[in-house]
């Protein structure tokens, strides 16, 4: 919907976020509303990786669901808005190869998956989920992201990991949840 969408993006004037027909939260909650009742859900983005930067706004979809959660509220409607794939995030077990392990230990930043990864599970992983891989008897833990596609095939993304290799579960948990909120990652509702 051009309608909703930034208009500093062509002319590079003015604040950063400029919704181009704010109105049109009209429509969208209507376009919503509508896959819903068909048991759909509706998608819409940007090419901005997180909504929000150290908890302030950074993407024009953060002011967009703002719009849709307001014309929601003066229709007496409930809604939820959250960044794909939505839910609260989980805690996966993976047993990767003795190589795998000891990359990611060093610092990769992508777990591989294998040649035929679970993708209904992992490429739904909601944002900011907690693996645990294990290798030879040693565990470790990574926030990461859902599956994305690289030339060398499917892998999670690592957003955080301590250089501590003692850090725990509890650790990841709360860093987990600060990461959230500071990228605008848990759901709204209203």
Not at 46 to 74: F, Y
Not at 153 to 169: E, H, Q
Request: hydrophobic share 40%; charged share 20%; glycine share 8%.
């Amino acid at each position: 919907m051009k309608s909703l969408g930034n208009k500093f993006i062509q002319t590079r004037t003015g604040p950063n976020i400029q919704i181009a027909d704010p109105s049109a939260a009209d429509e969208l909650l209507d376009v919503a509303l509508d896959a819903a009742r068909h048991g759909q859900r509706l998608l819409f983005f940007c090419s901005c990786q997180w909504p929000r930067c150290d908890g302030e706004v950074s993407c024009h979809r953060t002011t967009v669901a703002e719009l849709v959660l307001g014309v929601a509220k003066k229709r007496g409607v409930q809604v939820e808005i959250g960044e794909w794939p939505c839910g609260e995030p989980r805690q996966i077990d993976l047993d990767v190869t003795p190589q795998v392990f000891t990359a990611v230990r060093k610092g990769r930043m992508t777990v591989p998956l294998g040649k035929q990864p679970d993708l209904a599970e992992l490429a739904g992983l909601p944002w900011c989920s907690i693996a645990t891989l294990q290798a030879n008897g040693e565990r470790l833990h990574r926030v990461v992201g859902p599956a994305i596609s690289q030339t060398t095939g499917w892998a999670l993304p690592v957003l955080y990991f301590f250089f501590d290799p003692a850090a725990g579960l509890s650790e990841y948990e709360k860093v987990s949840k600060e990461l959230r909120k500071a990228w605008g990652l848990t759901p709204a509702a209203r």
